[in-house]
């Protein structure tokens, strides 16, 4: 069955720090990988997304992550954090197929303190 | 842009009451929309998946009978969470997507608090 780990329940960095949030992945499959982050008292807002090609990927704010199919990964990274960086991420992975449906990590609470 | 909303945003019902909530879709056509609840400290569980013209496929522990969905057009969707119970509040999501891409747009939630 697919499943997302992400092994930190918690991460708490300085403001200015650099930050990896673990992302792994169970899937047979060619997976299409997300990352979300969920703000306080909101939805989702995605961050970034690898469908194929670069295993690097860019997104919003700085973020990027790298898929490294061998290792199962796909973990979150930002150079710098700021304070509004603090949030809930949540890592995904949509099954094959095209089905539309997503599966969720438990999500990451990142934490910066200035 | 692709746009999501959702109403309310918020809603209280008593125990045993129902309630309805409305997911629109702004700026692409919504073939497939999923439903989410994160239930307090806990991850997004997909309710069920339902793409127009088709057959709405409802994930283990979630019903029709308790959840069901109304996707009439591309762009709306909605669902009414019958009899609540304590066990339903949370934040209820509805992701939508345009058929050939995987990317999913969501809303910013329903929350519901059961009394």
Redesign the interface.
């Known amino acids: 069955a697919q499943s997302v780990t992400q092994p930190d329940a918690r991460v708490t960095v300085s403001e200015g720090a650099s930050l990896q949030l673990r992302c792994k992945y169970s899937y047979s499959g060619t997976p299409y990988l997300f990352w979300y982050v969920q703000y306080p008292r909101q939805g989702l807002q995605l961050l970034l997304k690898y469908y194929s090609g670069d295993p690097v990927v860019q997104g919003v704010n700085g973020f990027e992550a790298e898929f490294i199919k061998s290792n199962s990964s796909f973990h979150l990274r930002k150079a710098s954090v700021h304070w509004s960086d603090s949030a809930v991420y949540f890592c995904a992975v949509s099954v094959t197929g095209n089905t539309g449906k997503l599966i969720f990590g438990l999500g990451t609470t990142l934490q910066v303190q200035p | 842009g692709a746009l999501v909303y ?1 109403y309310p945003r918020r809603t209280i019902c008593k125990s045993g009451t129902s309630m309805r909530m409305e997911c629109q879709a702004v700026g692409f056509q919504a073939t ?1 929309v ?1 439903w ?1 609840r994160q239930s307090p400290q ?3 569980e ?1 309710i069920a ?1 339902s ?1 127009v013209n088709s057959a709405i496929k409802y994930e283990q522990n979630f019903t029709q009978e308790k959840f069901p969905i109304s996707h009439p057009n591309l762009s709306f969707s909605s669902m009414t969470v019958l009899n609540a119970y304590l066990e339903d509040r949370g ?1 209820y ?1 509805c ?1 939508a ?1 345009d ?11 329903t ?1 519901l608090t059961v009394l």
């Not at chain 2, 058929?99 to 969501?106: L, M, S």
Request: net charge positive; proline share 4%; aromatic share 24%.
């Open positions: 959702q497939s999923a989410y806990k991850t997004f997909l998946l793409t934040l999501l992701g997507r058929w050939g891409y995987a990317e999913q747009f969501f809303g910013p939630g929350r």
